[in-house]
Structures are given as C-alpha cells and as structure tokens.
C-alpha cells in the first residue's frame, strides 16, 4: 500500500511541475502585444502635432504639445511605425520584442522652390480684340 501512495504522490508532483515548467515557458508566448509610447522631435526639439501610423492599416496618433504620444492599440514584434511631419523627412521605426518606448527625431526636409518668369504672351497668341 506505500508503494501505491509514493507512486500516486510521485506522479501528482510531477504533473504539477509539468504544468509549472509549461506556465513558465508560455508566458512570453502571451506577452508579444505590448503598448507603445514616445516622443517624436527634430533637430529644434519635440515635435507638436507628428503623425505616427501603424504602416499598412488606418491606426494613427498625433503627438501632444511635448512631442510625446501613447499608440492607441498594442503592437506585435516587427509592426512598423510611420512618423510624418509636414517639412521633416518621414521616419521608419520597427517595433521590436522589447520595445516600448521609441524616440526618433527626424531630419529637416530640403525644401526646393521652382519658379518661373512671367513673360510677355507672343503676338500669336493674343486675342483679336486685344491688339
């Protein structure tokens, strides 16, 4: 009869370190979603008003007056954030198994002007009326 109850003993303990070993080992399986935040400036320092999208769907967030914002939905390993900023150039950040805080600052966007002289329209080309 004690041999029973070691056995019976010996297989429950081993089940309940079975089950504690695979909750050990399954918990980061669980935890690849995470809540991203940050703050987004530039050169002259943090951004108001940055737009940061989750590339490839509709989910965005603007950045507050600090530059700083909390992304609205959790993110998965290798989710990419977009940062744009009207004169700045667009930033790419991959989300990684660790990331929860990003801070990109992005560079000035040289900004080029074409113009063009106002001429004289030719003789041709005016109306009748107008000579």
């Known amino acids: 009869m004690k041999s029973n109850f070691k056995s019976g003993l010996l297989k429950s303990l081993s089940f309940m370190g079975l089950c504690l070993m695979l909750s050990l080992f399954a918990n980061p399986v669980f935890a690849q979603a995470r809540t991203v935040s940050g703050v987004v400036s530039s050169t002259d320092g943090p951004l108001e008003g940055a737009t940061v999208i989750l590339k490839g769907s509709l989910d965005y967030v603007i ?22 900023a009207l004169g700045l150039e667009d930033a790419e950040v991959v989300i990684e198994a ?21 001429t004289e329209p030719s003789k041709k080309s005016r109306q009748p009326d107008q000579q």
Request: proline content about 7%; aromatic content about 6%; overall charge negative.
């Open 63 to 84: 950045t507050d007056e600090d530059g700083k914002f909390e992304f609205p939905r959790e993110l998965n390993k290798d989710d990419v954030l977009l940062i744009t």
């Open 98 to 118: 660790d990331t929860n805080f990003i801070s990109p600052i992005l560079a000035d966007d040289p900004v080029v002007i074409i113009a063009a002289l106002r």
